[in-house]
């Protein structure tokens, strides 16, 4: 018992200690009077203090009132002390009860229980509370000593509480927050820990200019992008820094602190809400299943993994080619899920035996197929790469889906695919076919998934933009009027999980991503959020259209048949228009023998007359490191 009264909390014991003794006496006293009468029971005060001496430390200690850090006192711990003083006293009542059916004493106040009890809750629950205002007094005094700066916090709700909280906490992190901004008419002129409400957002210039704020953090993660950009173009007007908390998917597991706040990144500024997921059908479809994804290495494989792994399927295989990137993902994995079967796997698409003996030792049910290459104007210099890689290794993958009756695969696709001006577009669209055909054959629910640029992934424009600003310019796009549509990684990874739950065999989802966003734009916001300004002091340079690319990318070809589904923002599109059965086989077989022959001119030729639209030419790229 020693271990845990003494060393850890020895100032509180001690306080214990005398407060016992203390609650005791006024017991005692507001029972009774001061004077001759209250001698008189001077052996029953000395037996119950020497009772709470025996009872209540030890059961202090049961609870864990020696253990607590009481600098960070809570209303849980609050809780936890009622409960330890109410245990406490209970044994006490139990035992001077004993005393009393013994006539050990001829009289025994027994009203001085109830009163001890309240007085050891107020005692017990002060001294503890004083050690955290003592606490906060030091930090506060810590904190003015040193730089600090002015932070107006925008959202009023859970999120700038914990904000506010978290930088009283951490005076290291040197913010002071001087106020809330908040449409909420309820919560104005209403105080949080000590900082008050003093107005909308619409006032945020004047609140930052009257409160001498040097900092805007927005504290509302489940802002619309609207809302956003608007309090982003204020700060930028009023030139002061801004940033943002942590949004939905970064704040699973309720890890909220000041030190994970980061500048605001252009996935906050998308021109639509994100998509949402209905968790329950895809928790219906994963739990207690073994996954396999391929390309587990990469942005969208890995982020795969990650999700995947919340819905506590029975076991995952990661399959990828490239050694670092699985070892990474393992790692990471293995840290936030420890109880989930990890098998990593080194392997090739491509290799139908080494395919095989996975699947035979695995027998996986449900497999997500991300493996592809993806950079057009490298694909465009590799064509029988990206025939090898993205058509022939879905095949081989399918068909050994095929032969160990997997129950569920589904393939990550793009929008380049439609009316593709690249080989890798061209790619995929016939690996589309592919998995469509293999679920018509079938019967099983095999399906596609089709997205736009995903903001964050490899290779994503956010990453070379940030470099090029860094390196002090210029930002190289290619041209002024170049549109894509865009999402993020978990939107691009929840429609693959809902396609998942959803597919019936056969079809292709599409995400409803709004309108297309021109990269220009996206350029000039990333620029102003690094506090600089576009053509002043980062010039952009437009390097010209590269070889297989378009102005705009669509969705879907012209007259196709889409769908709505359960989810609002997922259309299901039925296509009937291209190659199937013996005539894509055929095709397949074709391009493998021209692949292995080398013979470019003949491979785009080919996929030109198969696939509806195709406008693919041959041409070295202008300039590999230009943005599209």
Not at 538 to 553: F, H, N
Request: charged share 20%.
């Amino acid at each position: 018992m020693k271990s845990h009264l003494v060393t850890p909390n020895r100032a509180v014991f001690f306080g214990d200690l005398f407060l016992i003794a203390v609650s005791v006496l006024a017991a005692f006293v507001l029972r009774l009077n001061f004077g001759a009468r209250l001698a008189d029971f001077t052996p029953q005060i000395i037996t119950m203090i020497v009772i709470g001496w025996a009872i209540k430390p030890p059961i202090y200690a049961y609870f864990g009132l020696y253990r607590r850090v009481w600098e960070y006192a809570s209303t849980q711990e609050l809780k936890l002390i009622t409960l330890a003083v109410t245990a406490a006293s209970l044994v006490m009542f139990a035992a001077i009860s004993i005393i009393q059916a013994l006539r050990i004493f001829a009289e025994f106040p027994r009203a001085a229980v109830p009163i001890d009890y309240l007085l050891s809750l107020a005692f017990a629950g002060g001294l503890r509370f004083a050690l955290r205002l003592l606490a906060e007094s030091r930090t506060s005094r810590k904190s003015t000593a040193g730089r600090t700066r002015r932070v107006l916090v925008v959202g009023a709700g859970d999120a700038g509480a914990l904000v506010v909280r978290e930088m009283r906490k951490n005076p290291q992190v040197g913010l002071i927050p001087v106020g809330f901004a908040d449409d909420d008419p309820a919560k104005q002129k209403q105080e949080i820990h000590g900082v008050r409400v003093l107005g909308t957002i619409k006032d945020l210039p004047r609140l930052v200019n009257t409160l001498h704020a040097e900092e805007v953090i927005f504290a509302i993660p489940s802002a619309p992008g609207r809302l956003v950009r608007t309090v982003t173009e204020l700060c930028r007007q009023e030139n002061i820094p801004f940033r943002t908390m942590p949004g939905l998917h970064e704040l699973l597991g309720g890890k909220v602190s000041v030190n994970r706040l980061r500048e605001v990144d252009i996935t906050d500024l998308l021109r639509r809400e994100p998509a949402q997921i209905d968790s329950q059908l895809v928790g219906l479809s994963l739990r207690d299943k073994g996954v396999l994804v391929t390309g587990a290495g990469g942005s969208i494989g890995s982020e795969l993994c990650r999700q995947v792994a919340r819905w506590q399927p029975a076991e995952m295989t990661l399959l990828g080619h490239g050694e670092n990137s699985i070892f990474e993902t393992l790692l990471e994995l293995q840290d936030n899920t420890p109880n989930l079967p990890l098998y990593p796997v080194i392997a090739d698409v491509r290799d139908p035996q080494r395919l095989h003996a996975i699947f035979a030792q695995r027998r996986p049910q449900i497999v997500f197929h991300a493996a592809a290459h993806k950079h057009v104007p490298l694909m465009e210099i590799n064509v029988e790469e990206a025939i090898t890689n993205n058509i022939l290794g879905t095949r081989r993958l399918v068909e050994t889906c095929l032969a160990f009756d997997v129950e569920r695969l589904v393939m990550i696709s793009t929008d380049k695919a439609i009316c593709p001006s690249s080989v890798m577009g061209a790619t995929k669209r016939l690996a589309e076919a592919i998995v469509l055909d293999a679920a018509r054959r079938s019967g099983r629910p095999f399906s596609v998934v089709r997205f736009g640029n995903v903001l964050g992934s490899r290779g994503s424009v956010i990453h070379r933009f940030k470099r090029q600003i860094l390196q002090g310019g210029p930002v190289t796009v290619t041209h002024p009027d170049m549109k894509r549509y865009f999402m993020t990684i978990p939107e691009a990874v929840h429609l693959v999980l809902q396609a998942s739950a959803m597919g019936q065999g056969g079809e292709i989802f599409v995400l409803n991503m709004g309108e297309q966003i021109r990269i220009r734009d996206l350029a000039e916001d990333l620029i102003r959020l690094s506090g600089l300004e576009p053509g002043k002091d980062i010039e952009i340079v437009y390097t010209g259209i590269r070889p297989g690319e378009k102005l705009s990318e669509t969705l879907w070809d012209e007259g196709a048949n889409y769908q709505p589904t359960p989810h609002p923002d997922i259309l299901r599109l039925v296509e009937d228009d291209l190659l199937n059965g013996s005539a894509l086989q055929d095709t397949l077989d074709e391009l493998a023998n021209l692949a292995q022959r080398g013979d470019t001119a003949a491979i785009l030729h080919c996929l030109e007359t198969v696939i509806p639209g195709a406008s693919i030419r041959l041409a070295p790229p202008t300039d590999l490191t230009a943005t599209v």
